[in-house]
């Protein structure tokens, strides 16, 4: 059996597949200063599985997966970006665009293969909306992340702490959490609605949308105009691994 592993810059999912299908999901939040844990988190998984696919967008992690797995680095194969080239323009530059963004991309177009141009919008550290036309990655938008922006407003912001963050649709609020909750679902809600009118608009079309990534749901809104899948760079690794 084969394993999957999507790291990025605070969490990790790890998931084995066979057959075309993705088996259970785990998931793991770390932290780079202690990097030991995350190890014991795949450790037993890695020396288990026939071959390991790995996206990952943090260099020091994957120089020290390498470095405590070179027993078994035969079987380790982190996202080669220039083999899926052909689903990317070619005015892009490739190495400054990060592999998950590109392996959804590939993703998308075998789940979706009546897709022809739409939108990935990933809320995770960060945000990305990317710009897929006719089937290949066209280049994209990085914002601060949901959380991470909000987390840093507490820090700086003297009198706004303890703030427990949580979903709400509220437009406006009569406190400074319910303020703070306004702007943390619906104004970011907001902000990306406008960004893809914005870009339905430059490019004369009218893109489907998918959202990936833990922060989704706070935009969504169960919006069913919208398509979520949370398991869409897992499975853009098991198609990868097809090629």
Do not use: W
């Not at 998931?15 to 030991?36: A, E, G, H, P, Q």
């Not at 912001?157 to 959490?177: D, P, Y």
Request: aromatic letters at 12%; proline letters at 1%; one cysteine or more.
């Amino acid at each position: 059996m084969n394993l999957a592993i999507d790291i990025g810059n605070t969490s990790i999912k790890k998931c084995f597949f066979l057959d075309n299908r993705l088996r259970k999901t785990s998931f793991l939040n770390y932290n780079k200063k202690k990097l030991n844990l995350l190890m014991q988190f795949l450790k037993t998984d890695f020396f288990s599985s026939d071959n390991i696919y790995i996206c990952s967008v943090v260099p020091e992690v994957n120089k020290y997966i390498i470095k405590y797995f070179k027993k078994i680095k035969s079987k380790i194969h982190f996202i080669n970006k220039q083999k899926i080239n052909f689903i990317v323009d070619k005015r892009v530059d490739l190495e400054q665009v990060g592999s998950d963004r590109v392996i959804n991309v590939l993703s998308v177009n075998n789940l979706y293969n009546s897709f022809k141009n739409y939108l990935i919008i990933d809320l995770g550290t960060a945000t990305t909306i990317d710009v897929v036309i006719n089937n290949q990655y066209s280049g994209g938008v990085i914002l601060p992340g949901l959380k991470a922006s909000y987390s840093n407003l507490i820090d700086l912001a003297s009198g706004i702490k303890g703030i427990n963050f949580k979903k709400n649709s509220s437009l406006i609020g009569r406190n400074t959490q319910d303020a703070l909750l306004a702007g943390f679902n619906t104004g970011y809600k907001l902000m990306i609605e406008s960004y893809i009118n914005k870009l339905n608009k430059k490019f004369k079309k009218k893109f489907k949308v998918i959202f990936t990534g833990g922060y989704a749901n706070n935009v969504l809104h169960n919006n069913k105009n919208f398509i979520f899948r949370d398991d869409l760079t897992l499975l853009g690794i098991l198609y990868y691994s097809q090629l």
